[in-house]
Nanobody
């Protein structure tokens, strides 16, 4: 079975940076497209970014373009989210997700989810 474990969350001042990691185990990582989503209190889960199995297709939600970078290291079974120039509105629980088919911005299309990691950005 597939398990996803996020790490790297924490608290940071506005303008700072964090790097999130998500490690997949149980199956061959390189066949999965990966996504990052976030959920703030009282809000629906929001798409952040997705990357396909080989990194050739990447998409971001408009609000993070130019600030966030997603990457993957298939040899380490890990996807990363580098978050720069963080804003208070980025505060949320961040989740990674995996799907066997191609990249997607739709949470319902993902098959596996991590437990989430908290990111808090103070002004």
């Amino acid at each position: 079975q597939v398990q996803l474990v996020e790490s790297g969350g924490g608290s940071v001042q506005a303008g700072g940076s964090l790097r999130l990691s998500c490690a997949l185990s149980g199956r061959t990582f390189s066949v999965y497209a990966m996504g990052w989503f976030r959920q703030a209190p009282g809000k629906e889960r929001e798409f952040v970014t997705t990357i396909n199995h080989n990194g050739g297709i990447i998409d971001y939600v408009d609000s993070v373009k130019g600030r966030f970078t997603v990457s993957r290291d298939n040899a380490k079974n890990t996807v990363y989210l580098q978050m720069n120039s963080l804003k208070p509105e980025d505060t949320a629980v961040y989740y990674c997700a995996a799907r066997l088919k191609g990249s997607s911005s739709l949470p319902d299309e993902y098959d596996y989810w991590g437990q989430g990691t908290q990111v808090t950005v103070s002004s």
